[in-house]
């Protein structure tokens, strides 16, 4: 199948996951060119004229511009989007599903939405991870710790890392762009933490969740201040990094999505927690139980080389597609 696919506009974790899903594509056995919004609609006039797709792919679709999507509808080939933001951004993914064949969210709740506005083929496709990447490795010291964070600093997370300072002395790592305020207070109070202020390469996260005991997932608010969600859609499905963090062979305590368990067997592949004092209570027991802890990451990392690869994801998307 020759595939046309369209990058999302957006960098840093973004170029990841392109590159993996055109390798993965190519590794499919099908033949795959990428196109850069920024390079304007002419040329994806002209791209499209010499490729003769048979499958246009959208990834994200937030910054596509109008005239792309118009012209995108009349070329008559088959066309999909992957929503990989939702339902953060639902302000502005409800007007794209006119546009398209095929919907692909990665949350269920967007999933559910969409097929309630109307259309005909909506499919819930998680993002995945590549193992070639998040693989078990042995780390050096700089990256080990009791507790580590991957992620911006959304308000839900704050609270979090701000509770298990005042009632723990585990070391914490956080590794991420944008704590630097709420390090520098968390310090003062010569709090065991350390910060990695900065957006990482996944090359490098590899190193952070295999040098750390627990790794937290803690999922973004639905109605984070960042968001575009006026209709108040609730997450219900878990992020990338449940996928990444596994397969590391990484264990890893995550808040409650109603999805998990359709994923990951709750207690044997993964550890989920209701609220602050639930994960409290859990970091003490699966810090003091380091068998138990590590036959659960063991564990999950066997469950997403059976289920969770980008190379399982391009393999569903096609299928829906195809037939």
């Known amino acids: 199948m020759k595939i046309l696919f369209i990058t999302s506009g957006f960098r840093a974790v973004y170029s990841f996951f392109e590159q993996t899903i055109v390798e993965a594509l190519h590794n499919a056995g099908h033949y795959c060119e990428s196109f850069t919004l920024n390079n304007g609609l002419n040329a994806l006039k ?17 910054k596509i511009s109008k005239p792309m999507l118009e012209f995108i509808k009349q070329t008559k080939v088959k066309s999909a989007i992957w ?7 639902m302000d502005w993914t409800v007007p794209l599903i006119p546009y398209f064949d095929y919907i692909f969210t990665i949350d269920q709740a967007a999933l559910e939405q969409y097929t309630q506005l109307g259309h005909p083929q909506v499919y819930h496709l998680p993002l995945g991870t590549d193992p070639e990447i998040f693989h078990p490795v042995l780390v050096s010291d700089e990256f080990t ?37 709420y390090y520098n207070e968390w310090v003062k109070k010569n709090r065991d933490l350390d910060l990695v202020n900065a957006w990482v390469k996944p090359e490098t996260v590899v190193n952070y969740y295999n040098g750390s ?6 999922h ?32 890893q305590l995550t808040d409650f999505k109603e999805e998990l368990a359709n ?32 036959q659960i990451a063991e564990e999950a990392r066997k469950r997403v080389l059976i289920s969770h690869t980008f190379q399982h994801r391009i393999h569903h998307l096609l299928l829906k597609v195809q037939s």
């Open 46 to 62: 002209l791209k499209k004229q010499s490729l003769q797709p048979e499958l246009i792919l959208v990834m994200a679709g937030l």
């Open 145 to 181: 710790s009791d507790i580590c964070l991957v992620g911006v600093p959304y308000s839900n997370r704050i609270e979090l890392i701000d509770f298990l300072l005042e009632r723990t002395d585990y070391q914490i790592q956080i590794v991420g762009r944008g704590w630097g305020k």
């Open 220 to 251: 973004r608010l639905s109605n984070e201040k960042y968001n575009k969600n006026r209709i108040g859609i609730i997450a219900k499905s878990i992020n990338n990094r449940t996928f990444d963090a596994a397969s590391c062979e990484a264990f």
């Open 263 to 294: 994923h990951f067997e709750e207690g044997k592949e993964v550890v989920s927690y209701q609220d602050k004092h639930d994960l409290l209570e859990k970091t003490h027991y699966y810090i003091a139980h380091d068998e138990e802890r590590k």
């Open 83 to 89: 929503m990989t933001e939702d339902p953060y951004y």
């Open 213 to 218: 005991k627990i790794v937290l997932n803690c």
